[in-house]
């Protein structure tokens, strides 16, 4: 009589065949998807992003956002025709870290050619009517790109705004040009006018809310800021006009906060993660192009699989705008400290994350809140000197004439020095300076290697530092 056939038994070795078996299936499937998928974006982050613009501005009267791009393309011409035949104009070696460094801003090693070409320039601008329409953009309340509905809305939203975002660094140095023009001369009226469109714009401009347009705000406002304190220390102010320079700053200065920034480029980013996922969630291998040269390759191919799938990259983005929403609330002496003990915002690793948060961006944020704070406080010291005829004897004597409450340096937390001097050879009657990022006094003590926010070792900051000038070079 046969045997009944035998059941086949779940050896060890069949089960390591199954599962390698079940693996080998797996990989095969990731292969695929990786390199035939295509991106399969479900949410709307275009609605958020706009309502985050909307819920910033109050939308009465004119959108500014025409004559900006007008403002900004004549600004444009005028600065490739002034640099003809020399040194392109730059506001620093990194355009959106711009703590302006005089030899190469504005008029290079001060020669008189760039003088001359600036002096064209700004009566050619004068000539064609681009003040008169800088100040009217400096009388309009709101502007805003046009509405995008097209997928992907973030490509769309910038090919909405072209030219916009670099343009404005031009109108900034020429601006910047015709203040010191300006006070050069003693039309105390068109240095305010140039000042009051000048921050008018950066203003409209950070509505806007990505890193890019906050950074290049950021940069246009301490090149006008910087250009301010300069002509403070070199000039005698009349009171009215002081008074008119601070009224100007405090309209033109309020940006939104980090956090609306923050927001809107999360949401932009977010929709950059999803236009590159595969509809099962995976990263194509055409990503790869900036990780390997044959991006089809076995290298390309494991990097797509090792990478976090669609819903935890979302995550991981979410949870790092939220740290960054949680950095830049500190002052500026917190964050420098974090940065120096190596913090950072893990990503996940992706093309798109071409703006990937990280100390530098909250640093710079918080050095704009300080640098306004300053000086806005050397101004109502200027404006106490113009009107008492002497500078104070401390900054209470400011309070409450000029400031609601003792000046508090926002960088860290402590007041500001300050002493009256005598026999300055730039003709100052006082010297103002921060404690810097550590928030000890050294007693107005600079690194004149290395900027304020990044010295190694610990200094101060003189808010109202002359300009360091060859003797008798002026335009």
């Known amino acids: 009589m046969p045997e009944p056939p035998r059941k086949p038994r779940l050896t060890k070795r069949r089960i390591i065949g ?102 064209e320039a700004i009566k050619s601008l004068r000539a064609d009517g681009t003040f008169d329409l800088a100040a009217r953009v400096a009388t309009l309340k709101w502007s805003a790109a046009p509405r995008v509905t097209t997928a992907p809305f973030f490509i769309m939203y910038m090919d909405a705004r072209s030219g916009m975002i670099g343009e404005i660094r031009s109108l900034c140095k020429l601006q910047a040009a015709r203040m010191r023009l300006a006070a050069h001369a003693g039309d105390w009226e068109d240095f305010v006018a140039a000042f009051d469109q000048s921050m008018a714009v950066i203003r409209l401009v950070s509505f806007e809310p990505t890193f890019v347009d906050s950074l290049v705000a950021v940069s246009c406002h301490a090149l006008i800021l910087q250009q301010l304190r300069w002509a403070l220390v070199e000039y005698e102010i009349p009171e009215a006009t002081a008074r008119a320079l601070r009224d100007a700053l405090d309209r033109g200065i309020r940006l939104p906060p980090p956090d609306y920034v923050l927001s809107g480029e999360m949401y932009f980013q977010l ?46 983005t979410r949870e790092a705008f939220e740290e960054m929403k ?61 009107h008492r005829g002497e500078a104070p004897a401390s900054l209470s004597d400011l309070v409450p004439g000029l400031l609601d409450a003792a000046p508090v340096d926002p960088a860290n937390g402590k007041p500001y020095g300050y002493q009256r001097v005598a026999n300055d050879p730039h003709g100052r009657e006082y010297r103002l300076w921060s404690f810097g990022i550590d928030g000890g006094d050294n007693g107005g003590a600079e690194d004149p290697n290395n900027p304020w926010w990044d010295a190694d070792e610990e200094t101060d900051w003189v808010v109202n530092q002359p300009r360091d000038v060859p003797a008798g070079i002026r335009p």
């Open 18 to 119: 199954l599962i390698a078996a079940l693996f080998t299936l797996w990989i095969a499937w990731q292969a695929y998807d990786i390199l035939t998928g295509k991106p399969d974006p479900k949410v709307d982050y275009a609605t958020p992003f706009y309502e985050l613009i909307d819920s910033a501005q109050v939308r009465v009267g004119d959108n500014a956002f025409d004559a900006l791009n007008e403002l900004f393309r004549r600004a444009r011409d005028a600065e490739h025709g002034l640099a003809e035949g020399l040194d392109p104009l730059t506001i620093d070696t990194d355009d959106y870290d711009a703590q302006s460094s005089f030899t190469n801003m504005l008029d290079g090693p001060f020669r008189p050619s760039r003088w001359v070409k600036q002096i």
């Open 271 to 316: 929709d950059s993660l999803q236009h590159e996922y595969t509809a099962s969630g995976r990263l194509p291998a055409s990503s790869f192009r900036i990780y390997a040269d044959d991006f089809r390759s076995s290298v390309g191919s494991a990097l797509a699989i090792a990478i976090p799938g669609h819903k935890t990259a979302q995550r991981l």
């Open 326 to 386: 949680r950095i830049s609330n500190l002052p500026l002496s917190e964050i420098v400290a974090l940065e120096r003990s190596g913090w950072s915002v893990q990503l996940p690793l992706s093309q798109v994350a071409v703006s990937a948060p990280s100390s530098t961006i909250p640093k710079i944020w918080a050095r704009r809140d300080a640098e306004f704070a300053a000086t806005r406080l050397m101004l109502s010291i200027e404006v106490f000197i113009a």
